[in-house]
């Protein structure tokens, strides 16, 4: 098991007028080479900042303690420098909004070249060859020409794979995608996936998909973890935790999903309540409020995040869909 | 804030807290300050710490006064202007380009000028100057909330034009509004002592602190005369700015708010 | 007799120095009482521009509009009447629908005030009444806006819609900026309502699968034309339009199969530009000669069922392209603005 990326004991704390909320708490997990890990959740559960430490892009005042461990070096230890250096060239971000994560005043080539010229010091002629290659290998027809244009004249779709491209232009080997496809159409949605999925294969390629929708993470997903209120609920192969989930959270929000396969007349059952905001988290099991399985326990302890199987945790000492064996 | 409630109460409460009628005149004349006169006097012997005191009646209300007309005319105005459009957004729109072709002084200069300089016209003078700002503001903010989703809701239901405009619109401009209010109310103090102190305003006599720093440039040997009128002017500017921002900051997300906001990454889907 | 009716509608934009924008290229519906219609489509279909001039918030350039048998005037100077106010729509965004600065309450009473529905007395109860029905606690009334989460204000606004007496209402992507959570329950809310009050719906979504749940009709529309509707089991069952079809295999399925959805090749062309013959085309696996230079017209097919698609001849049989038609080898990439 070569871990790539590992994450231990990660807790994230923002300030806000009420003092400081803790938003990601006791976060672990480990993205190996060439697959691609998912981490999913809805508002409030803490993924994107959970990420955002990594690469040191929390707000003013935030507060992190945990280690993640890449390459032998501790991100949440390195200074500013070392921290620029890394992202970009070893770690790169790709984000929901393409309109807003691309420049619009800057040209698609010049984007694309600035990455390639920073990091790796590449002249100005093979920084284009390598923008050329890049557009390429994100199928944006016409590559030499996209170079001169300018964001707003591609379509949503178009953009978010300039995104991708100006992500891998110093080949990293993180790629970290926050509800990459989350603003698409589902038909461009599909393409999008197909790309990642398919760099992933041919280069190697980590990914670390960070989405709310378990559609997405079934595509493309090896591994996943779920989280809620800042805490990890879940976590095991994606194959496992989506076709026998255990924990009632995970169970709830697949049971909230339009099924194609199930009859038009079943209404679709949802989780009554909604996500705690982070100032507002409930004592003991955050899910307690809203779980039908609760026990007068749930509402003291909090829950460990237990091994079940290979590789498969928990954190719900109920366990109430547990198969028999 | 401390500051700016500071003066309030000085106004108020300043026939209590004045040592002396700022009209009386004593022997003692021209006298830097001293224990008895802390600003010491003028030139016909009057208490300048008392004067400065009782300047705070005449400028704080009359330039609130002001600005509340300023306001309520402007906005009045560039509501109908940015909800209606049409001639009525033209009309509006032609007078206050036309008020704004001309530097604020040199205008409330002008008008005092013509129509004779006296505080009075004074006030006149910057209210003309002031409200199509206002209008202008005002406008804007109308013609961008009447395409929100909520006035299109109210208007389904059957609500008219004009109560979409008072009702939905409006009180969402206030917000805004009353930040350059406050901001504008320093202004209006600096605009009337201002005119006063070129003597086209308020004429020497009445405690009034532009006037005073006019008599005080004559009689420059005797520096305490225009300082601390000057000081009074300067700080109640001041005050109110510093209230107009910290306005704008409480209206605007907090950063506790904008940090919710980072903590809950988007709801959902959506496009 | 249908409640609200539309008939060829037409929507196109002027645009200073640029050719006109097409928006809805000649779109039909009909919505029944009780009957949820879905209105589904991607990016620059023209659905929401479809659903602002159902209810009178955009003027059409050619069509009509029918409402309970009467046309509907875009909304101008005047005031709407108590009788084209059982129109009514709730919009996409639940944090713009609803004014920050006027309490919950206020904002449901508005139409029983305005309209003059309910007398004064008796305000309180009905907004009461109303948020138990749409599933709030009667203490919402006295409460802002930015104290409810996504999907609760999203009720909110509904009931604001119902509290007008509707018989049909518009709803402009409903669910799509909520979690999945919200999404389920309020899509069950609005599945509820149309059924016991005999409402019609007429619901925009870009989410087929969630559609699935709620409609009894879907009509598919792509670039500015409806193509494709029916009854939604005969839809799912049978899609017949190559799109339709295209559509359901992009949906992702949450099983942890690792099955990844096939896409379709290139981007929606610009509306202000669409290709000659069937706008589809391009992007269609099963295209042929006719598609490149004749636009297939909206026809009739078993089943009250409609497509518009040279794949299907009047009167057809319903059998989705998949099971018959010839996929084309090489599909030209559609590259539309670069």
Request: aromatic share 6%; charged share 20%; proline share 7%.
């Amino acid at each position: 098991m070569n871990a790539l990326l590992s994450v231990t004991g990660l807790c994230v704390r923002l300030p806000t007028s009420a003092g400081l909320v803790t938003v990601v708490d006791s976060l672990d997990y480990e993205v190996e080479t060439g697959q691609v890990f998912g981490i999913a959740g809805e508002s409030g559960s803490g993924k994107t900042i959970s990420v955002l430490a990594l690469l040191g892009l929390l707000p003013e005042g935030a507060q992190v303690e945990g280690t993640a461990m890449f390459d032998g070096r501790d991100l949440l230890g390195l200074d500013r420098r070392s921290l620029r250096d890394v992202r970009g060239a070893e770690i790169a971000m790709v984000f929901q909004d393409p309109m807003t994560s691309l420049h619009p005043m800057m040209t698609i080539g010049r984007q694309l070249t600035e990455h390639v010229r920073y990091h790796l010091g590449f002249s100005a002629a093979k920084a284009r060859e390598r923008a050329t290659e890049l557009l390429h290998q994100v199928r944006i027809p016409g590559p030499e020409s996209a170079l001169a244009a300018y964001p707003h004249q591609f379509s949503g779709g178009m953009r978010q794979r300039i995104a991708i491209a100006i992500a891998l232009a110093c080949r990293p080997r993180v790629l970290i995608a926050d509800e990459p496809t989350t603003a698409l159409d589902v038909t461009v949605q599909a393409g999008i996936l197909r790309l990642l999925d398919g760099l992933r294969r041919q280069s190697g390629l980590s990914v670390l998909m960070i989405t709310h929708d378990l559609g997405v993470m079934s595509s493309i997903a090896d591994w996943l973890t779920v989280m809620y209120a800042g805490r990890v609920v879940e976590s095991g192969s994606t194959r496992e935790v989506l076709g026998h989930p255990r924990h009632p959270y995970t169970a709830g929000l697949l049971a909230a999903l339009p099924r194609p396969e199930a009859a038009e007349d079943t209404p679709l059952r949802s989780i009554k309540g909604s996500p705690p905001a982070p100032q507002a988290r409930p004592d003991g099991c955050a899910f307690h409020p809203r779980c039908q399985y609760a026990r007068p326990s749930c509402l003291v302890d909090v829950p460990a995040l237990a091994g079940i199987g290979d590789r498969r945790r928990l954190a719900c000492p109920v366990d109430p869909l547990a198969v028999p064996v | 804030m401390v500051l700016a409630g500071a003066w309030i109460l000085v106004a108020i409460f300043v026939p209590l807290i004045a040592p002396y009628d700022p009209l009386a005149q004593t022997s003692l004349l021209t006298h830097p300050p001293s224990p008895a006169h802390l600003f010491g006097t003028d030139e016909l012997g009057r208490d300048i710490f008392s004067r400065v005191l009782w300047g705070s009646r005449l400028s704080l209300p009359i330039a609130f006064l002001l600005v509340v007309a300023a306001v309520a005319v402007g906005a009045a105005l560039g509501g109908l202007a940015g909800y209606f459009g049409g001639w009525v957004d033209e009309a509006v729109m032609r007078t206050t380009d036309f008020f704004f072709a001309f530097p604020t002084i040199i205008l409330a200069m002008a008008v005092t000028a013509a129509l004779g300089p006296s505080l009075p016209h004074a006030v006149l003078a910057v209210l003309i100057v002031f409200w199509p700002s206002y209008a202008r503001v005002v406008r804007g903010l109308v013609m961008s909330l009447k395409q929100s989703d909520y006035v299109s809701a109210t208007r389904l239901l059957g609500a008219s034009s004009l109560r979409a405009l008072v009702v939905d619109v409006l009180p969402n401009v206030a917000g805004p509004v009353l930040v350059l209010a406050t901001l504008d109310l320093g202004n209006a103090v600096l605009l009337l002592a201002g005119l006063s102190f070129l003597g086209l305003g308020a004429q020497p006599g009445p405690a009034e602190w532009g006037s005073m720093v006019n008599t005080g440039s004559q009689y420059f040997e005797f520096w305490w005369m225009g300082t601390f009128p000057g000081f009074a002017i300067l700080s109640v500017v001041l005050a109110f700015n510093f209230l107009g921002d910290s306005l704008r900051d409480a209206l605007d997300p907090r950063s506790s708010w904008s940090v919710q906001r980072a903590a809950r990454p988007g709801a959902g889907g959506g496009r | 007799m249908s409640l609200l009716e539309l008939r060829d509608v037409e929507v196109e934009y002027r645009r200073v120095g640029q050719t006109p924008l097409r928006a809805v290229a000649g779109a039909s519906l009909s919505v029944d009482a009780g009957q949820v219609v879905g209105l589904v489509g991607e990016t620059g279909c023209g659905k929401s521009t479809l659903a602002r001039a159902a209810v009178g918030l955009q003027a059409t350039t050619a069509g009509t509009v029918l409402f309970e048998d009467r046309k509907v005037s875009p909304l101008g100077r005047r005031a709407r009447s108590r009788k084209e106010a059982r129109l009514q729509m709730v919009f996409q965004n639940p944090f713009s629908s609803l004014n920050p600065r006027r309490k919950v309450g206020d904002q449901i009473a508005d139409s029983m005030a305005i309209l003059g529905l309910v007398p004064p007395g008796k305000r309180r109860e009905r907004v009461a009444q109303l948020l138990d029905q749409v599933g709030l606690p009667a203490n919402a009334a006295e409460r802002f806006p930015h104290q409810y989460s996504g999907g609760q204000r999203q009720r909110i606004a509904i009931a604001r819609a119902l509290a007008a007496e509707p018989s049909v209402i518009v709803l402009d992507e409903p669910l799509s900026s909520l979690d999945a959570s919200a999404q389920a329950q309020v899509a069950n809310l609005l599945k509820g309502l149309a059924r016991d009050l005999r409402l019609g719906l007429l619901l925009i979504s870009h989410d087929l699968a969630i559609v699935r749940h709620i409609a009894d009709v879907v009509a598919v529309m792509y670039l500015g034309l409806v193509v494709e509707t029916a009854p939604t089991r005969r839809l799912w069952k049978a899609p017949m339009h190559p799109y339709t079809e295209a559509l359901m295999e992009a949906i992702p399925r949450a099983d942890g199969s690792g099955w990844l959805p096939e896409g379709l090749p290139g981007e929606v062309p610009d509306p202000a530009h669409p290709p000659d013959g069937c706008r589809f085309h391009p992007r269609c696996p099963y295209a042929f000669d006719r598609c490149l230079s004749e636009s297939p017209p909206l026809i009739q097919v078993r089943d009250g069922r409609t497509v518009a698609c040279w794949l299907h001849a009047a009167g057809a049989e319903e059998r989705s392209p998949s099971t018959f038609a010839k996929r084309a080898s090489a599909v030209a990439d559609q590259v539309d603005r670069v």
